[in-house]
């Protein structure tokens, strides 16, 4: 079965999103794991790490995941274009790689989502529970962990648009001819 011209553009576009995504997702987790800050306060040292907040943690790990996860799937694609033809095993991967890239995904964007909400409580501290304003204090920590954030939401951005590929790349195997019974 040879690919039309549209599909062999689809895939070079899907080949360049996951690469985007997974530079994205590494980029993530550098910024966010690799990030100190040390400062002294009233003759000790003390020390702003990703370690402080539990959702930046989770995120370091989620992201580490999903530039894996990318990266097995880029090398799944390049071993698959050497068995060229259509059998049902290429139909059952096509439904794990939907639910999985879509698992991905939403879970990718969920992190971010979280280590954004509880990073905004270092920006802004909470009166109610006596947590002061890091930011003030550790101004380079919380500008890196920003940016982390922000290419972890590009990355999830591509990776919901990879989503939509996995889409396409599985229901193109399906025909209204075949299961409506039209000839």
Same mark, same amino acid.
């Given at each position: 079965?040879? #690919?039309?011209?549209?599909?062999?553009?689809?895939?070079?576009?899907?080949?360049?999103?996951?690469?985007?995504?997974?530079? *994205?997702?590494?980029?993530? /987790?550098?910024?966010?794991?690799? +990030?100190?800050?040390?400062?002294?306060?009233?003759?000790?040292?003390?020390? #702003?790490? &990703?370690?402080?907040? +539990?959702?930046?943690? %989770?995120?370091?790990?989620?992201?580490? #995941?999903? #530039?894996?996860?990318?990266?097995?799937?880029?090398?799944? =694609?390049?071993?698959?274009? @050497?068995?060229?033809?259509?059998?049902?095993?290429?139909?059952?991967?096509?439904?794990?790689?939907?639910?999985? +890239?879509?698992?991905?995904?939403?879970?990718?964007?969920?992190?971010?989502? /979280?280590?954004?909400?509880?990073?905004?409580?270092?920006?802004?501290?909470?009166?109610?529970?006596? @947590?002061?304003? !890091?930011?003030? =204090?550790?101004?380079? *920590?919380?500008?890196?962990?920003?940016?982390? !954030?922000?290419?972890?939401? %590009? /990355?999830?951005?591509?990776?919901?648009?990879?989503?939509?590929?996995?889409?396409?790349?599985?229901? =193109?195997?399906?025909?209204?001819?075949? &299961?409506? *019974?039209?000839?």
């Amino acid at each position: 079965m040879r #690919a039309s011209r549209m599909e062999l553009g689809l895939s070079e576009i899907s080949v360049f999103l996951r690469l985007s995504a997974i530079l *994205f997702l590494v980029l993530t /987790a550098c910024l966010v794991g690799l +990030d100190a800050q040390s400062k002294r306060i009233f003759y000790t040292e003390r020390r #702003a790490t &990703f370690k402080d907040l +539990d959702a930046l943690i %989770v995120l370091v790990y989620v992201v580490s #995941a999903a #530039a894996c996860y990318n990266l097995l799937h880029l090398c799944k =694609r390049s071993i698959s274009t @050497w068995f060229e033809g259509y059998s049902k095993w290429d139909l059952c991967l096509s439904w794990v790689c939907l639910l999985v +890239d879509q698992v991905a995904a939403y879970i990718t964007f969920g992190a971010n989502s /979280a280590a954004l909400q509880s990073s905004l409580f270092a920006v802004t501290g909470e009166e109610d529970f006596q @947590w002061m304003k !890091l930011c003030n =204090r550790y101004t380079r *920590f919380c500008i890196q962990i920003g940016a982390g !954030l922000l290419s972890g939401f %590009v /990355a999830s951005l591509l990776m919901a648009i990879l989503s939509s590929f996995s889409a396409f790349y599985l229901f =193109r195997h399906y025909s209204a001819k075949r &299961f409506l *019974f039209l000839k």
